[in-house]
């Protein structure tokens, strides 16, 4: 079965970085576009980026634009996202997850939380 | 962006009970909308896709209707189980997700 599973979230000061992974299992990787989503209890859920299985089409937020990188290296199944100049407001719960064919996040990992604190 | 508003925010409901929720989009999505479930403490789970088609082993008593800016998701019969938040999602340009509904007792 399909499983997604993230890694690297933790306390970090603001202006720091962060990478996480997400470790993908139960399915052809390569063949699937992959998302990174984030959660917090007052914007609620909110896209941050995507990657094309091929890695040829990547788009970000425009609150992530410039600071955050996604990447995937098929080799490994595994899907990672580089944050950088991390501010406050980009606390929250990061959730992998993996695109359908018709456009709709069909799978999603159980998140790891980031905290950006002084 | 393409605007995601949920009704209601809380909905108070017994097992047995039909429930419906309401999104409505800023535009027209077509029918590029999905509905998730979730729970506290756990990733969300998609039950719902292209409005109306039931994602692969989720239970028949849910179902999802609308096309264009008014979508509706319905619980037919509530098990103790269905109490979670739900969320609706527009896929017809990038993704935005309304702010939930949670189904309490």
């Known amino acids: 079965q399909v499983q997604l599973v993230e890694s690297g979230g933790g306390l970090v000061k603001p202006g720091g970085s962060l990478r996480l992974s997400c470790a993908a299992s139960?399915?052809?990787?390569?063949?699937?576009?992959m998302t990174w989503i984030r959660q917090t209890p007052v914007k609620g859920l909110e896209w941050v980026s995507y990657?094309?299985?091929?890695?040829?089409?990547?788009y970000y937020a425009d609150s992530v634009k410039g600071r955050f990188t996604i990447s995937r290296y098929s080799a490994k199944n595994s899907l990672y996202l580089q944050m950088n100049r991390l501010r406050v407001e980009d606390t929250a719960v990061y959730f992998c997850?993996?695109?359908?064919?018709?456009?709709?996040?069909?799978?999603w990992g159980q998140g790891t939380l980031v905290t950006v604190s002084s | 962006d393409i605007q995601m508003t949920q009704s209601p925010s809380t909905l108070s409901a017994s097992v047995g009970d039909r429930v419906t929720i309401t999104c409505r989009a800023s535009?027209?999505?077509?029918?590029?909308l999905a509905w998730y479930q979730q729970k506290p403490g756990k990733a969300p789970k998609l039950l719902i896709y292209?409005?109306?088609t039931l994602e692969s082993g989720v239970p028949s008593r849910f179902s999802g209707s609308g096309s264009g800016t008014e979508f509706t998701l319905t619980v037919s019969s509530l098990h103790p189980d269905d109490f979670a938040t739900y969320y609706c999602?527009?896929?017809?340009?990038?993704?935005?997700f309304g702010q939930g509904t949670k189904v309490e007792i």
């Open positions: 997850a993996r695109v359908g064919h018709g456009g709709q996040i069909d799978y």
């Open positions: 139960g399915f052809t990787f390569s063949d699937y576009y």
């Open positions: 990657i094309s299985g091929t890695a040829d089409t990547i």
């Open positions: 535009q027209s999505i077509n029918t590029w």
């Open positions: 292209k409005a109306s």
């Open positions: 999602q527009q896929y017809n340009n990038w993704w935005t």
